[in-house]
């Protein structure tokens, strides 16, 4: 398959420069857009075939449900049974990076939720993500646009190391602003969610719109054996660089000392701006300072594709402390290291 390419400022993409990925996507083909969260590869969710092609070119279980994405709040009275907890969400969040799990309506066919009687809806902020919803007129499918088990891409070249000849057109709108994905929550009752997956939406703004916030155990936690997750998709393995990566926890001085003594055994770190002047520079990836979240979640995924380029057998990096956005970071590092953590100061 040739895919199309196709370049547009992300801040005012023109409509005839979408145009054309608009007409693939209301004919059934895939295209991959940048939204404010990581870049998504789009399918028309009321059509099984679309998603069909997304599951394969992702090489994602079919058991795996996709978030549709909706040009406005309100569009969802067409797919999901929405209620007055929906819309004081959409007051405060959307356009922006929250997904809300909600009962389905007949529209979006099973395909697309991996069989579950639920759908996941979300309404992006990113301009080009919404222009190109509002040209389709269509909720578009969109899971992140890398192959399964890869970290999200956050810039087109990363879509294109994944995906080029797998979709058929991708869009390049520059770096995603957020670099993490959205915030997952599912409604479950007048007053009450639970949150599935931590994003740039925290837990504590969700409770200050909802009296009743739950965190779901497999946020943090590990699945037990046989358990099945409400979000389908936290029992895959995920994010994860080609290398093992194990995160390391404990005071600042142990796991600079810890970071240092396995970088001369040949391994990278992925380090905190103020950490790497005590290391080795050439086998070391920088994500921001450690106090700023912001640009370590923008920085994460790249940071963890870039550990493939590097020599070295495994990857060591900070774990990230749970509080507020921190806890989006903690959540999609202790996955890509399949919840391996070491404590330097109690070795
Ligand atoms: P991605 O599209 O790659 O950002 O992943 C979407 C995540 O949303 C996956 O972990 C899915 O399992 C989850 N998800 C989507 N739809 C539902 C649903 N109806 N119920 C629970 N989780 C969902
Ligand atoms: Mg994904």
Same mark, same amino acid.
């Given at each position: 398959?040739?895919?199309?390419?196709?370049?547009?400022?992300?801040?005012?993409? =023109?409509?005839?420069?979408? &145009?054309?990925?608009?007409?693939?996507?209301?004919?059934?083909?895939? /295209?991959?857009?940048?939204?404010?969260?990581?870049?998504?590869?789009?399918?028309?969710?009321?059509?099984?075939?679309?998603? +069909?092609?997304?599951?394969? &070119?992702? #090489?994602?279980?079919?058991?795996?449900?996709?978030?549709?994405?909706?040009?406005?709040?309100?569009d969802?009275?067409?797919?999901? /049974?929405?209620?007055?907890?929906?819309?004081?969400?959409?007051?405060?969040?959307?356009?922006?990076?929250?997904?809300?799990?909600? $009962?389905?309506?007949?529209?979006?066919?099973?395909?697309v939720?991996?069989?579950?009687?639920?759908? %996941? /809806?979300?309404?992006? %902020?990113?301009? /080009?993500?919404?222009?190109?919803? +509002?040209?389709?007129?269509?909720?578009?499918?969109? $899971?992140?646009?890398?192959?399964?088990?890869?970290?999200?891409p956050?810039?087109?070249?990363?879509?294109?190391?994944?995906?080029?000849?797998?979709?058929?057109?991708?869009?390049?709108?520059?770096?995603?602003?957020? #670099?993490? +994905? =959205?915030?997952?929550?599912?409604?479950?009752?007048?007053? =009450?969610?639970?949150?599935?997956?931590?994003?740039?939406v925290?837990?504590? %703004?969700?409770?200050?719109?909802?009296?009743?916030?739950t965190?779901?155990?497999?946020?943090?936690?590990?699945?037990?054996?046989?358990?099945?997750?409400?979000?389908?998709g936290?029992?895959?393995?995920h994010?994860? $660089?080609?290398k093992?990566?194990?995160?390391?926890?404990?005071?600042?001085?142990?796991?600079?000392?810890f970071?240092? +003594?396995?970088?001369?055994?040949?391994?990278?770190?992925?380090?905190?701006?103020?950490? &790497?002047?005590?290391?080795?520079?050439?086998?070391?990836?920088?994500?921001?300072?450690?106090?700023?979240?912001e640009?370590?979640?923008?920085?994460?995924?790249? &940071?963890?594709r870039?550990?493939?380029?590097?020599?070295?057998?495994?990857?060591?990096?900070?774990?990230?402390?749970?509080?507020?956005?921190?806890?989006?970071?903690?959540?999609?590092?202790?996955?890509?290291?399949?919840?391996?953590?070491?404590?330097?100061?109690?070795?």
């Amino acid at each position: 398959m040739k895919t199309l390419l196709i370049k547009v400022d992300p801040e005012n993409p =023109s409509a005839e420069a979408l &145009a054309e990925a608009a007409e693939i996507l209301k004919a059934g083909g895939t /295209v991959v857009f940048p939204t404010e969260t990581v870049y998504g590869l789009g399918g028309d969710a009321t059509h099984s075939e679309s998603a +069909e092609k997304i599951y394969a &070119a992702k #090489g994602r279980p079919s058991d795996n449900p996709l978030i549709i994405h909706i040009a406005r709040p309100e569009d969802a009275e067409a797919y999901a /049974v929405t209620g007055k907890l929906y819309y004081r969400l959409a007051r405060h969040f959307m356009p922006g990076p929250l997904t809300v799990i909600l $009962p389905k309506k007949d529209t979006i066919p099973l395909t697309v939720t991996g069989g579950l009687d639920s759908v %996941a /809806v979300r309404c992006p %902020a990113h301009p /080009v993500a919404l222009k190109l919803l +509002e040209l389709t007129g269509l909720p578009v499918a969109a $899971p992140s646009a890398n192959i399964s088990g890869k970290p999200s891409p956050t810039c087109a070249a990363h879509v294109i190391e994944d995906l080029d000849c797998r979709v058929d057109c991708i869009i390049d709108g520059g770096e995603a602003d957020f #670099g993490v +994905e =959205s915030t997952i929550v599912k409604i479950t009752g007048e007053d =009450s969610l639970v949150l599935l997956r931590p994003g740039t939406v925290t837990y504590d %703004a969700l409770c200050c719109v909802c009296a009743d916030v739950t965190v779901s155990d497999n946020v943090i936690n590990k699945l037990k054996e046989n358990e099945r997750p409400i979000c389908p998709g936290s029992k895959y393995r995920h994010y994860a $660089p080609d290398k093992p990566l194990t995160l390391v926890g404990g005071s600042d001085e142990a796991r600079i000392a810890f970071f240092a +003594e396995r970088q001369k055994e040949g391994a990278v770190i992925i380090c905190y701006d103020e950490q &790497a002047a005590k290391l080795m520079p050439d086998s070391v990836i920088t994500i921001g300072a450690g106090d700023d979240l912001e640009a370590q979640g923008h920085r994460l995924f790249a &940071a963890l594709r870039e550990c493939n380029s590097l020599e070295g057998k495994c990857v060591f990096a900070n774990l990230p402390s749970t509080d507020g956005f921190g806890l989006a970071l903690y959540n999609r590092l202790i996955r890509a290291a399949a919840h391996t953590v070491v404590y330097p100061d109690q070795i």
